[in-house]
């Protein structure tokens, strides 16, 4: 299957369509100078090592996604069961973006790229002491992440149209363990 790896410079990045422009600009324009000029987050590819249709290089990305650090209120983890934690803010790992190429689509990679950013995410939280994963869900992938234990911790903010869902890093180390 396809490895997942710190994205690189040399990743063939242009050819992947997932289908949202969003999505797309973020990892053809911006994810590597995020990562690397800023700081602010790390993306993680999965790659195919042939090479695609018309283009004479590769390995090239199928999928992707970025983690970042980040904090969430504890008066909004009471979903969660969280919200009696002695702290105003929780620290956080943010799931900041995820997407599967469209032409890869239902061969089980967003679950893959998911847990390994997961897995990630325990061991960060196992190194620097944070509490939870948090993403802000397309309305079209809140069911999606709630198969996974992802729990609804707020409705959409004013002028934002995801919804705000956390995992508790404990509950994912127990689910790890498990495997």
Known sequence: M???CRLERQRCRD???CGDS??????????????NR?????????????????LGFGPYVVGYYTLAMSEVPTASLAAAN?????????????????????EMRGRGLGT????????????????VGCRCIVVDAYPSAVHWYTKF???????????????????DLRTATAAL???
Request: hydrophobic letters at 50%; a positive charge.
């Open 112 to 127: 893959r790229l998911l847990g390994d950013a997961v897995a990630r995410s325990v061991e960060i939280g196992q190194t």
């Open 38 to 54: 800023f700081g602010l987050g790390i993306t993680y590819v999965m790659v195919n090592d042939l090479m695609p249709p018309g």
């Open 82 to 102: 969280l919200g009696k934690l002695p702290y105003k803010m929780v620290p956080a790992v943010l799931l900041a973006r995820l997407a599967v190429d469209k």
């Open 22 to 35: 969003a999505l797309n600009r973020y990892i053809h324009q911006f994810a590597w100078q995020n990562q």
């Open 149 to 167: 234990g992802f729990v609804v911790v707020s409705d959409s903010e004013p002028g934002f149209a995801n919804c705000k869902m956390i995992l």
């Open 2 to 4: 396809f490895p997942i």
């Open 15 to 17: 050819a992947f369509d």
């Open 177 to 179: 363990l498990n495997l």
